[in-house]
């Protein structure tokens, strides 16, 4: 066994080759590169946040429309206890309450405190201007190709995630 980033080991064998023939180009070898990233990113942005990874999800949802514990936690496909206990160390944190939903008072759903939104922001704000600043250079024809791809590249991930 040898030494792996974190103290992990991993076997002396190489990894496993694609099969002969397999479909592959610079531009998807990068973005793989960039799929492979976004887990140990998540990771670091939920340490900085003092949660867990799975309490960053839920963050990720909530910042957008107003959610019920339940649509969060099919969202999540975790179980409604488990969702309801995640939701509980996210208000005891501060970063998130239960209101009554204004469209329908029976219901309860959840949002961002202000302090949550601003902590969420606050870790994502250094990346995405990283991310603004690593299309200086780039002429406005190749920005629109990249997204163009990357919409392609959404739909693609969509329909793939549709048939499961």
């Known amino acids: 066994m040898s030494s792996y980033k974190h103290g992990t080991t991993v076997s002396e064998h190489p990894p496993p080759q694609a099969p002969e023939g397999w479909p592959t180009s610079d531009v998807v070898d990068a973005l793989y590169a960039v799929l492979r990233a976004m887990p140990e990113l ?8 003092g949660l867990n990874p799975s309490e960053v999800d839920a963050m990720e ?8 514990p339940v649509e969060l936690s099919r969202r999540l496909h975790m179980t409604s206890a488990s969702a309801t206990v995640l939701v509980d160390r996210l208000e005891e944190a501060g970063h998130a309450v239960r209101e009554l939903d204004p469209d329908d008072g029976r219901r309860r759903v959840l949002r961002p405190t202000t302090q949550g939104a601003n902590a969420v922001f606050a870790q994502i704000g250094p990346l995405v201007a990283d991310l603004v600043d690593s299309e200086e250079g780039l002429t406005a024809r190749e920005r629109a190709v990249i997204v163009k791809y990357l ?14």
């Open 61 to 68: 949802h909530i910042m957008g429309d107003p959610l019920g």
């Open 151 to 164: 919409r392609r590249v959404l739909d693609v991930l969509e329909e793939h995630t549709d048939q499961a």
């Open 42 to 49: 998540r990771v670091a942005i939920a340490h900085r946040l």
